[in-house]
């Protein structure tokens, strides 16, 4: 979907979208696919670069916002459909900053010794909760699907993990209903308290760039590495004046930055394995790589990860 095509959805400008967020266009999901048919895609795509079967796996992880139901956990549709039948498969919510927590999740498990192989998703049909007639926020929201494989190795790769959460701030971006608090009803419906909401987008952008550097510096310092060791920063795609504050704070040259947020808009917990696997498939990223994730999302949530691919 182009801003062109917004154009004559709401009143908004392909000008006004580019200069804003630096989104040209997005992907919708087709009216029959779902957010498991995405990660079904982005599953089988990651066990093909990794070289493995679904028997190898016995961790599945998909971090979303937009189950296909509220349960069965949607990790556990894709464990069927991908014949990964020795595996534990659930899902885990925390929005943007989902991929990030699924990944130092199941890094803990695998450490742990419970595990051995997981498959971490990040997969969302955000066009399904986005109000069309909002135009502040319908401009910023595409579909995709994107997944890492990790496995226990006798050399450690990943470097350090730092979650946080503050849900003093969980207003600023929400979905009001269709949940225990708010249930579906006709009155829920007709006030469009199904899609997503956003309070203060200043505030919001604000919060992004401070937290998201918050957390790239505290992964450094678990490291005991320098903002020079870095190779590359994949940020959460939700908006290139976000990603271009947070590099100028982490002191990062714009030829160290992966953005792929003008093809594909904010993808929510998509966006980092989205941006990741492009970067690695057209070799812009290759093996030693020092590679610093960070995220931001609803909750609020915020995180970063630091490993060498």
């Avoid at 095509?5 to 087709?30: F, P």
């Avoid at 949607?74 to 699924?102: E, K």
């Avoid at 760039?209 to 939700?238: R, Y």
């Amino acid at each position: 979907m182009t801003n062109q095509e917004l154009e004559r959805m709401v009143d908004t400008s392909d000008a006004w979208i580019r200069a804003r967020t630096g989104i040209g266009e997005r992907r919708i999901a087709a009216p029959d696919e779902a957010t498991s048919d995405l990660a079904l895609a982005a599953a089988e795509n990651a066990l093909q670069a990794a070289g493995l079967s679904p028997d190898a796996v016995d961790l599945i992880i998909v971090a979303t916002a937009t189950p296909d139901m509220p349960f069965p956990p949607t990790a556990c549709l894709v464990q069927h459909r991908i014949g990964a039948s020795a595996a534990v498969a659930f899902d885990l919510s925390a929005v943007c900053s989902g991929f990030l927590y699924g990944f130092s999740t199941a890094v803990g498990l695998i450490l742990s010794g419970i595990y051995r192989t997981a498959l971490v998703i990040g997969a969302e049909v955000f066009s399904r909760i986005v109000d069309w007639e909002d135009r502040s926020t319908c401009v910023l929201f595409g579909d995709g699907a994107g997944a890492v494989v990790l496995q226990a190795t006798d050399r450690k790769r990943v470097f350090a993990s730092y979650l946080g959460s503050d849900g003093a701030w969980s207003e600023l971006l929400m979905v009001p209903a269709g949940g225990s608090r708010m249930p579906a009803s006709k009155r829920t419906v007709d006030e469009r308290l199904h899609y997503l909401k956003m309070g203060n987008g200043k505030e919001v952008f604000r919060r992004a760039v401070h937290l998201m550097t918050k957390a790239g510096l505290e992964v450094l310092s678990q490291a005991n590495l320098k903002l020079e060791d870095i190779d590359f920063l994949i940020p959460h795609q939700a908006n290139i004046r976000i990603i271009h504050s947070l590099a100028q704070k982490l002191s990062l040259s714009k030829d160290k930055v992966v953005a792929n947020v003008h093809k594909y808009g904010n993808t929510s917990g998509a966006s980092i394995p989205i941006a990741l696997d492009e970067a690695v498939r057209s070799g812009k990223i290759t093996r030693d790589d020092i590679i610093l994730m960070a995220a931001f999302g609803s909750g609020l949530t915020w995180g970063a990860v630091l490993l060498r691919w």
